[in-house]
């Protein structure tokens, strides 16, 4: 039997994308991915049936040193000393090269993301709980509270940009990226607080709260269109029962469908409107990673350059509806200012004006610090996995928030009761997110909707 002999010559790069030996036919290529810094791997025999062919592999060091630093996933380094010395991959395993075992990339990912919902859902929690706890001493500034979380949360995430930048984890070039999508993010965010403040003044709280799962379906919906993603039967239907769950969890015994019907049409679709552009947000930013790790060649866009110029074009916004936006708080424009001075006494809870203002500033505070972990634990969310993923996890913390209220916590004085229907809506909920996650192994769709590259 005739023996060809080739001799291949592979420069390394930072990339840990597999490397393709040409001239070879499909059935009998092979992918190899280098591990470590190793001056030479040994030659590698292949063998077929057909035709035996002898390749020689050598591997260069790279020409620059590694970067022990991935934004948002585990350091390369630390994939090299987790993996071992070497390793290549066959179909979509990797094999260890210390010790020669299988690795199931696609299931770090889906722990990775599992954990990330985790943390926003509970952070959801807290930020729902702590935002009532806010409103104690501010219960009548509410409008003040709004603002301030507003144009601080622009002060925090540019001072943290600063410091990444300084300590070079964001980069000239990741500064330099076009800032038209993050006006656009802005804007919307802007108009979808705008129409949600306007259609919640003239709705009850467990209306909102039904009208809110309408956000999931216009998240899918975006996917589909913007982002080409196609979901499962079983997919669609777990959200659909999720929706449902906290629905029911919620509004059951409350009274929301008849809240819906005095309230009228007009308002509900104001508060569904608002929704839609929240959900066209989510996705923006979605879309925004995606397209940014293709302009940044293959680098992670750092997701504080999208919270703080996004935040920024926000506030920009919201200052230019403050006229509207105090209408809507029933506070006359000409009388804005000497509120957002008393609001801001009671918010440091000092002068003579204070009375009931007890908890402030601490209750405050923590909101904002909270509500800042929530916005960046969704913000990564979103960047390792998908809009809707990120949309069911901050959707499982209402029933949870519901059921937090029902405890004796500090300032809110007597405990509320559970809706009827509490625990059959959570039930529900839970199945749904169980039929989402749940994909038989032959289906060609992932479980979790795929990440941008990073």
């Known amino acids: 039997m005739a023996t060809i002999s080739r001799h291949l010559t592979a420069g390394l790069t930072a990339s840990t994308s597999p490397l393709q030996l040409r001239n070879a036919k499909p059935a009998q290529s092979v992918s190899l991915i280098r591990r470590n810094h190793i001056d030479r791997l ?17 591997a260069m060091l790279p020409a620059r040193p590694w970067n022990n630093r991935s934004e948002g996933g585990i350091g390369e380094a630390a994939e090299i000393k987790r993996r071992g010395a070497c390793g290549y991959a066959i179909g979509d395993k990797e094999i260890s090269g210390s010790g020669g075992h299988v690795v199931d990339t696609n299931f770090d990912r889906v722990v990775e993301v599992a954990i990330a919902a985790a943390a926003t859902a509970a952070l959801g929690v807290g930020n729902r709980v702590m935002y009532k706890l806010a409103l104690v001493p501010l219960k009548h500034y509410p409008f003040f509270l709004a ?28 500064l330099s990226v076009p800032k038209m999508p993050f006006l656009v993010v802005g804007v919307l965010e802007a108009l979808a607080a705008a129409a949600g403040m306007a259609a919640a003044a003239n709705l009850s709280g467990p209306s909102t709260t039904v009208l809110s799962q309408t956000f999931l379906v216009w998240q899918i919906l975006f996917s589909v269109i913007f982002l080409g993603r196609r979901y499962s039967i079983n997919q669609l239907f777990g959200c659909a029962l999720v929706a449902l769950g906290v629905i029911v969890s919620v509004a059951s015994g409350s009274g929301a469908a008849h809240s819906l019907k005095e309230a009228g049409i007009f308002w ?28 940044l060649k ?23 509806l403050l006229p509207f936006l105090s209408k809507l708080w029933g506070i006359p424009f000409n009388q804005l200012f000497s509120y957002l001075r008393d609001g801001a ?25 909270v509500n800042i ?33 029902t405890l004796p916590l500090p300032y809110l004085g007597v405990a509320s009761s559970l809706p009827t229907g509490f625990v059959a ?15 038989p192994s032959n289906d060609p769709n992932s479980v979790i909707p795929s990440a941008p590259s990073t």
């Open 298 to 320: 293959g680098a992670s866009l750092d997701l504080f350059i999208v919270n703080s110029y996004g935040s920024a074009f926000q506030a920009i916004c919201i200052a230019l």
């Open 373 to 405: 972990a929530y916005n960046i634990a969704l913000l990564r969310l979103i960047k390792i996995s998908s809009a809707v993923v990120s949309c069911l996890a901050s959707t499982v913390s209402v029933p949870i928030a519901v059921y937090m209220f």
């Open 42 to 58: 040994p030659p590698i025999s292949l063998r077929s049936s057909r035709r035996s062919k002898l390749w020689m592999v050598e």
């Open 147 to 174: 603002q301030f979380s507003t144009f601080g949360y622009v002060a925090v995430y540019f001072a943290i940009l600063y410091l990444r930048h300084r300590s070079g984890t964001v980069t000239d070039e990741m």
């Open 345 to 369: 006494a009671c918010f440091m809870n000092i002068g003579t004006m204070t009375m009931g203002c007890e908890g402030a500033p601490l209750l405050p505070v923590l909101f904002v610090i």
């Open 268 to 295: 509900s679709l104001l508060m569904v409107l608002s929704f839609l552009l929240q959900g066209a947000d989510t996705v923006l930013k979605e879309v925004i990673f995606i397209d940014y790790a293709k302009r």
């Open 425 to 439: 809506g959570t039930f529900i909920l839970v199945l749904g997110m169980l039929i989402y996650a749940w994909t």
